[in-house]
């Protein structure tokens, strides 16, 4: 009996069993698989590892998409991290060529997956408030809202949870540098019932430009001020 023979739901469930590398290469052998391969009951859980994999074309997605995860665990995060006024042009660079990636995906899974119900981001260094606003905004099921070590989300997420997050059970901010106690406060007295994980990010030293060094002529004048 061919591949081809097998009724839909025997297709569905035999790619099942495949990462998203390989239902691409058994979907590029006939139209028929092809089909399967673009249906969107397929993809109810994307994982991906690093925001290269995000611009891929080896997968799909759609209203079926219920879990979603990006976890990025490399030495480059460290660069992604370090505030933009620090960083060397070399380190500007390696972050140029994917700062927008986790952005623009983001903006793709609002429009195309409203029925999304879990989202976990680790290591997205580029990542705004914003970003997430959408997604909250967008997709009026989630229930679970995992950040960690997504270094630009700020306090202003966090009155997003309260003001869209309805269908929320659990936020985790952990490792987010620029979340802060009074941040975590809007959450605890406008959403009591949401499970709330924010390990050591309200105890971060948060980004902040440092204070402008005076001129030399500037500590001249001061010092012959002081002393006069």
């Known amino acids: 009996m061919l591949i081809t023979e097998l009724n839909r739901e025997c297709l569905l469930h035999l790619f099942s069993f495949l990462d998203k590398d390989g239902r691409r290469s058994l979907s590029l052998t006939c139209r028929g698989l092809r089909e399967v391969f673009l249906d969107p009951a397929l993809w109810p859980l994307l994982r991906f590892h690093a925001p290269c994999e995000l611009q891929r074309n ?16 490399s030495s480059r995060v460290k660069v992604c991290n370090i505030e933009d006024w620090a960083k060397t042009p070399f380190q500007k ?12 995906f983001l903006a793709r899974v609002c429009k195309r997956c409203p029925n999304l119900l879990s989202l976990t981001l680790s290591g997205c260094g580029h990542i705004e408030d914003q970003d997430v606003v959408l997604v909250l905004q967008s997709c009026r099921r989630l229930r679970s809202l995992r950040l960690e070590n997504c270094v630009r989300i700020t306090d202003s997420l966090l ?34 019932g949401v499970r709330l994980s924010a390990e050591r990010s309200a105890g971060m030293i948060p980004d902040g430009r440092p204070q402008e060094k005076p001129q030399p002529l500037r500590r001249a004048l001061q010092k012959v001020l002081l002393f006069s």
């Open 58 to 73: 080896n997968y799909v997605l759609g209203p079926a998409l219920r879990h979603l995860s990006v976890c990025w665990h």
């Open 93 to 104: 660079d390696i972050c140029r060529k994917h700062e927008g990636v986790v952005s623009a």
């Open 159 to 192: 009155h997003a949870v309260v003001a869209h997050g309805d269908s929320l059970a659990a936020v985790q901010v952990d490792f987010c540098r620029n979340v802060t106690q009074s941040g975590l406060q809007v959450v605890r007295a406008g959403r009591p």
